[in-house]
């Protein structure tokens, strides 16, 4: 944790270490900060003495320095450090002589070290498990220079001096900036040595160290245009072709394009999907390119149209970009100014590829539903009395908290008109502004605490957003202020001229540090922003120079690549000069024609666009189907159930189940969860149930239990166990010995007094009747990854579970199934006379040992999951199935619900393929809503602790509310309650059937019944 060093970076400046606008680099005076040099495809931390690969390279040294055979000890407080763009250097006093040592990654040398010395110093290096590097030593005059490399090539360099410029070259040729903040102009160039950096020769990572991949919101909002206007094109085609390839294996249904749905595949990062492609077009101009990336992405527009389930223009995606807050809301209903300013993007970008490609009518119908979508936005997010966007809704009540992040993507997105954007852009001065820049959200929010990362914090990323709403709303004051803001990030004592990720309000420097994303936006918001120039049509052939530069910037200069060539702006006493040296451009649309000299290209007016205010129309939400009248039967097989309902009603057994959709009945009602997958005779249920809804049935679910969600990424967050239905089979029955009186020895490694790794044991006694016969061995479901040993002898562990493991809607990815075995039910088999069996002792005691490791949850093993010892008798009962280990009894199944990280779609249960989708609350009442079939009931005063969202609604299922219970989570501002609902109706608006969830907390109350005669159930 760090403060930015404003204060020392101005002393440095005035000081006799001032640069010049040429001068690249950062300097620090007594001091020694690690830097980071590297090819992309690895990277090294170094340090005066001392260096270290960081990532995928075998290098790990340190360099000695001897005067005859003395070895002299340099005095850390005399070091000075020096870091430019491609490298850093060190100044190294020891006794009265300084020794200079220089690193950096060259194309024929790789990894180079140059120590610069008085000959009668000499250097050594020592490598410890490391490859090798080869020396080299060239003497001039009194001063020695000692190179070590990677190769041995050492023709390229042949002093200290020619090593720092060739290291420098490519950042003084491509994008350079000259002006009087000699601090942007530096950060312009080190975020360029940032991006290569990241580049791995194949995709531009987002991250050098944690996130070694590409995520489609990075992408498009930083490295891909970056990448464009620094000369990096050829590198950002190829990471828009990767992530396209992920798109095209996969299917829309996936709602994720990796084993992760916020890398891509959502509604969001396909809108940065949709105009990232179409920013490479204005690029290239390449008509063909951009048709083959539409045929890949438009299947997964029209998916998520289908999100819009109520046709009121706004949605919910699966996760946030602002995944560490939001993302746990999402499964609640809550709808995000963000979520739908990126729905409008998809719909507005794929619009403007439709239309370039000769699909016009299909563009136009993708424009009204933009339009729809940015109606909707104005509408229901405007605050009208405070003039800005609220953040989110959570069932038609807006929270009014103010996200710095959610109105910059909307203003960037240009989904509101240019009054409004003016204004909001006021407020957010006003109120999220701190000294470090605009802060993410105000007030904080309280379902995450402050430490997150992005609650009350300051995201320079982000704010590059800020900043390019602020230029096109020609407040240029501000987007100067937070552009130089973010820009002075660079002087960050950690791994100095890299931009930083995350501040805190007081500029303290938190999270990754180095962010390539940030550093590609702010590339662009130079170029585009700033300095103003913009491809006005496909190919660069017409240009807009337009510069937003401040007021006394009287002489400055930006070279920027184009790609055929270069385009320098040159500003002389605040005259303008283009020069063009790229034959593809033949226009340069310019702010005052006689202002601006133009050479190499003709000279056009340039005419702003403007989106003049405008009237939003409120949207409304399509006609929910009326709930049809008939006869009513319920589920009861006295085989199948214990407890005989108390409904008076004609029942159906699990047989008949088979023929609903041939059945009378329009209406039945499960009491409770349970349902069988199949009947005895093999009928398949979950087929049937979906035959008798297409019919027009309605599946009413009384009392419908939920399970609770949890804090863990992948195993209960977004509701991974977030399905409606129990089902069970008929299968062999068991005979089981539960196993009871668990010591747990926590493992050595264990970091903090509450982790659960390590060994769980328990002593019992096997009956002497399971003798000869197999023994299933049931644990539950863990979080962690067990192996399983009896008296000492291995058993089996987690990945014994592959041969039941059963997927029923499989992605084609091939990243790995990272959370495969998370909140997975255990059940090891014994077989007679293996080495395992052989040593159970039957009718006396044994030991059971189960080692629990990389448990993320503190989940544990506990009685609670009733584990037991057991054998199949000849008898068959209906038995409890996980959903992902079907043909298995199981004392505590597991439900599917989502799947966030893993080989799955998101919505991975035939729960949430048919909408049904919820988890436990703790609420209080229930509140009937008005224009239903419940209205008229009255409210009544008992806890509810389920609710049913609209989470896994796509067309054509539609969602109504029929009642609400209220919770005190204090997730919306400024109220301290929220609302949710607890009975619900999901419908096909095709058919007119569906499915009714209705709490637990009716049964067995008079209210109950009253709610099934409302429903037209007849008792």
């Known amino acids: 944790m760090r403060k930015i060093s404003i204060i020392i970076f101005l002393l440095v400046l005035s000081s006799n270490c001032f640069w010049g606008q040429d001068n690249l680099s950062l300097r620090y005076i007594g001091k020694a900060p690690t830097s980071l040099i590297g090819d992309g495809k690895y990277i090294v931390k170094t340090t005066p003495e001392r260096f270290i690969a960081a990532k995928d390279l075998k290098l790990d040294g340190s360099l000695h320095f001897l005067k005859g055979r003395e070895e002299l000890l340099p005095t850390s407080t005399l070091w000075n450090s020096t870091f430019f763009p491609g490298g850093a250097s060190y100044d190294i006093r020891i006794g009265r002589d300084s020794v200079h040592v220089m690193y950096g990654v060259l194309p024929a040398t790789g990894f180079t070290i140059c120590v610069k010395s008085p000959v009668n110093i000499k250097t050594q290096l020592e490598l410890k498990n490391s490859i090798p590097l080869y020396k080299k030593e060239i003497h001039n005059g009194g001063t020695s220079y000692t190179f070590f490399t990677q190769n041995e090539n050492f023709d390229s360099v042949e002093s200290y001096e020619a090593m720092n410029t060739l290291l420098q070259e490519i950042y003084t040729q491509q994008l350079v900036l000259k002006s009087p903040n000699t601090t942007l102009n530096k950060s312009v160039a080190f975020s360029q040595f940032l991006l290569d950096l990241g580049y791995n020769g194949e995709i531009m990572l987002c991250e050098l160290f944690r996130w070694q991949d590409i995520w489609a919101r990075d992408l498009g909002s930083g490295m891909l245009p970056g990448g464009l206007v620094s000369g990096r094109a050829k590198m950002a085609r190829q990471s828009l072709d990767y992530d396209l390839n992920r798109y095209a294996l996969m299917s829309p249904q996936d709602c994720k394009n990796s084993n992760d749905p916020s890398q891509g595949g959502t509604s969001s990062e396909i809108g940065w999907t949709a105009r990232s492609s179409w920013n490479y077009y204005l690029h290239s101009g390449n008509i063909q390119t951009l048709k083959k990336d539409a045929d890949i992405i438009r299947p997964w527009i029209n998916h998520w149209i289908t999100r819009d389930y109520d046709e009121d223009g706004l949605i919910t995606d699966v996760t946030e970009f602002m995944d560490h807050m939001i993302m746990m809301l999402t499964t609640n209903g809550v709808s995000t100014l963000a979520t739908n300013a990126m729905y409008a993007c998809a719909l507005d970008y794929f619009s403007k590829i439709e239309t370039e490609i000769g699909n016009k009518k299909e563009a136009a119908r993708l424009q009204k539903l933009y339009t729809r979508t940015v109606d909707a936005i104005n509408t229901v997010y405007w605050n009208k009395e405070k003039e800005y966007f609220n953040s989110m809704t959570l069932w038609d009540i807006v929270s009014e908290s103010s996200s710095q992040t959610f109105q910059s993507i909307l203003l960037k997105m240009h989904a509101t008109d240019d009054v409004r954007a003016k204004k909001t852009l006021d407020y957010l001065k006003k109120n999220n502004w701190c000294d470090y820049g605009s802060i993410t959200i105000v007030p904080r929010m309280n379902h995450v605490g402050l430490e997150n990362d992005q609650n009350v914090k300051v995201w320079p990323w982000w704010n590059l957003w800020e900043v390019e709403a602020r230029f096109r709303c020609n407040d240029k004051e501000g987007a100067y202020k937070l552009l130089d803001l973010a820009a002075s990030t660079i002087e960050d004592e950690k791994y100095p ?467 609400y219970t209220n919770t005190k989570q204090n997730l919306l501002y400024p109220m301290t309650t929220e609302r949710y609902p607890c009975i619900v109706r999901i419908v096909d608006t095709k058919t007119k059937g569906g499915y009714i969830l209705i709490t637990p907390s009716v049964i067995n109350r008079p209210i109950g019944e009253e709610i099934l005669k409302k429903l037209k159930v007849k008792l």
Request: glycine share 8%; hydrophobic share 35%; charged share 20%.
């Open 497 to 963: 001229g890299l931009i930083e990720e995350t501040l805190d309000t007081d500029g303290t420097s938190i999270g990754g540090n180095v962010f390539i994303t940030a550093a590609g936006n702010l590339l662009e918001v130079v170029v585009k922003d700033l300095m103003g120039v913009e491809t006005l049509a496909p190919g660069w052939t017409e240009v807009k120079v337009v510069p937003a530069v401040p007021a006394d910037w009287k002489d400055y200069e930006c070279k920027i690549p184009t790609p055929n060539g270069n385009m320098l702006l040159n500003c002389k006493n605040g005259k303008l000069t283009v020069t063009v040296k790229d034959t593809s451009i033949k226009y340069v649309h310019v702010d005052k024609l006689d202002d601006v000299n133009v050479i190499g290209a003709n000279k056009k007016q340039y005419v702003k666009p403007v989106i003049n205010e405008r009237t939003y129309s409120a949207v409304s939400k399509i006609t929910v189907p009326q709930l049809r009248e008939g006869k009513t039967a319920i589920f009861y097989d006295p085989e199948f159930h214990s407890v005989k309902p108390e409904l008076e009603l004609d029942a159906i057994n699990v047989e008949s189940l088979a023929n609903m959709a041939g059945s009378s009945y329009n209406k039945l009602i499960i009491q409770g969860n349970s349902l069988p997958l199949y009947t005895k005779s093999g009928n398949n249920i979950k087929r049937a149930l979906e035959a008798y809804v297409n019919k027009g049935g309605t599946v009413v679910f009384y009392g419908a239990t939920v399970n609770p969600k949890s804090d863990e990424d992948g195993a209960g967050i977004l509701g991974e166990q977030g399905g409606i239905v129990d089902w069970y089979q008929y299968l062999p029955a068991k005979d089981r010995q539960y196993l009871k009186d668990w010591l747990f020895t926590p493992h050595v490694n264990n970091t903090y007094p509450n982790q659960k790794n390590g060994n769980y044991t328990s002593e019992f006694t096997l009956n002497s009747a399971f003798k000869g016969k197999d023994i299933y061995i049931e644990l539950g479901a863990l979080v962690g990854l067990d192996s399983v040993f009896i008296n000492n002898t291995y058993v089996a562990n987690y990945r014994d579970m592959e041969q039941f493991i059963k997927q029923e809607y499989p992605t084609n990815t091939d990243y790995p199934d990272s959370h495969r075995y998370k909140m997975l039910s255990r059940m090891y088999v014994v077989k007679a006379g293996s080495d395992a069996y052989n040593a159970l002792k039957f009718g006396s005691s044994n030991i059971i040992d189960v080692k629990l490791y990389d448990d993320g949850m503190d989940f544990g093993f506990s009685e609670s999951n009733s584990p037991n010892v057991s054998i199949q008798t000849t008898a068959n009962e209906w038995q409890a199935t996980d959903d992902a280990l079907p043909n298995i009894g199981l004392t505590h199944p597991k439900r599917k619900g989502v799947n966030y990280w893993g080989s799955e779609q998101f919505f991975n249960s035939w729960s949430t393929k048919n909408g049904l989708f919820g988890f436990e609350i703790e609420g209080s009442g229930i509140d009937f809503c008005d224009g239903t079939v419940l209205e008229g009931l009255s409210s009544e005063a008992f806890p509810v602790n389920t609710t049913y969202t609209d989470f896994a609604l796509f067309k054509p299922w539609t969602f109504e509310v029929l009642a």
